[in-house]
């Protein structure tokens, strides 16, 4: 898209625009007075066309919301900037949350910002390593559980609901919806005032289904746009409570006891936000569908060699989706897939052998390498 179709003029090249992101949406958001934002300018991520993945699926509008470009690297800077500034509003010192890896890594970045304590509880052996590299170097605490992202959330909101003096800074904080719902404006904004025909976005404890659909809702009943887009959302085979319910018809969420997959953020079995995520599914007339881990696998190396982008396994879930989504979608539709996370967290599952990387001692090595690469 190009933006600048007409020679601006000097004096309004120089007028100050309120930049995309978050805090844009100031007046969407729940405070009644006026704050100072603890904000590391989140938000604001880029609408990526998708141009290769587009073709290839015989798509007419294919978009990436690359979410991986927030300051922490994730969709969770949104809420947390939200979140954090309520909790210094309301006199907080330490703030608390289970994670699967994103969370943390964001707490402790804006409780930094905001001089605050951060204290994260994360399932021991099952956090990729850079999302606690991320979490150790801005200053929290990490405390282990022995057990999975279930296990340790029940834990931690056994202890906050006994002890008002931590403030709880999981997704079930109503403010951190409200900071990730500005997704949904952003999107609009991006799409010239347009709303999308799907969103397709990975789900795990719910949060941030139920949040984007939130923020569509606001969208209409103000006035702003008419229509409502369709919610998919997308989880893993082997955790897979929401999408179970949903296939069932069920109007209640099963808990998955053993929740297996690769796609760590997303190993949840007993998703918070359960209840809010149906409704935006049903709703919104959208659907709710599994993919494997090899689909997962496979189109995170397909969006990282194709269109030059690289997410972590859960965000590229909507990626793998939509193969099995094309005969869902209308022959005009605008499709936006949320990629959550950016994949240089995620290391661990990319396999890199530079033992079998040619070593070269000269140049005529490295002719010789291109040469066998190309009659190879
Ligand atoms: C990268 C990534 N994608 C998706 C999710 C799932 O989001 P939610 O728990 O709001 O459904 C998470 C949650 O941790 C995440 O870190």
Redesign the pocket.
């Given at each position: 898209m190009v933006l600048v179709a007409r020679k601006p003029s000097r004096r309004s090249l120089l007028r100050q625009r309120v930049a995309l992101g978050v805090w844009r949406y100031a007046e969407g958001l729940p405070f009644r007075r006026e704050v100072r934002p603890v904000s590391l300018q989140e938000g604001g991520t880029p609408l990526v066309v998708s141009s290769h993945l587009r073709k290839e699926l015989g798509m007419h509008e294919l978009y990436i919301k690359n979410e991986g470009q927030n300051p922490t690297g994730?969709?969770?800077d949104r809420g947390m900037t939200v979140a954090v500034t309520r909790a210094t509003q309301r006199g907080a010192r330490t703030l608390i949350c289970a994670?699967?890896?994103?969370?943390s890594a964001s707490l402790a970045a804006y409780a930094a910002r905001g001089s605050l304590e951060a204290v994260v509880i994360v399932p021991t052996g099952k956090v990729a390593s850079g999302k606690l590299v991320q979490a150790t170097v801005h200053g929290a605490r990490i405390l282990r559980v022995k057990g999975n992202f279930d296990e340790a959330l029940e834990l931690v909101m056994g202890v906050v609901r006994k002890n008002p003096a931590l403030y709880l800074m999981n997704?079930i904080n109503p403010y951190r919806i409200e900071g990730q719902k500005t997704l949904a404006y952003e999107v609009f904004e991006q799409l010239g005032g347009r709303v999308p025909d799907y969103v397709v976005?990975?789900?795990?404890?719910?949060?941030?289904?139920s949040a984007i659909w939130k923020g569509f809702l606001e969208l209409k009943s103000w006035g702003i746009s008419e229509r409502l887009p369709k919610m998919v959302g997308v989880q893993a085979a082997g955790a897979a409570p929401i999408v179970e319910a949903y296939e069932k018809k069920r109007d209640y969420v099963e808990p998955w006891r053993d929740a297996k997959t690769m796609a760590s953020?997303?190993r949840?079995g007993k998703?918070v936000?359960w209840r809010k995520a149906l409704r935006a599914i049903r709703d919104s007339g959208g659907l709710s569908m599994t993919v494997t881990d090899s689909e997962i696998i496979q189109a995170r190396d397909e969006l990282a060699s194709k269109e030059g982008l690289f997410v972590?396994a859960?965000?590229a879930t909507p990626i793998a989706a939509l193969e099995h989504l094309r005969g869902e979608f209308k022959p005009h539709s605008t499709i936006v897939c949320v990629t959550?996370?950016n994949g240089l967290k995620d290391q661990e599952s990319v396999k890199v052998d530079l033992e079998k990387a040619p070593e070269l001692s000269g140049g005529q090595d490295l002719l010789d390498a291109l040469r066998s690469n190309a009659s190879g």
């Open positions: 994730s969709f969770k994670s699967t890896g994103n969370t997704s976005l990975p789900v795990g404890n719910a949060g941030n289904i953020a997303i949840i998703p936000s972590e859960a965000s959550t996370g």
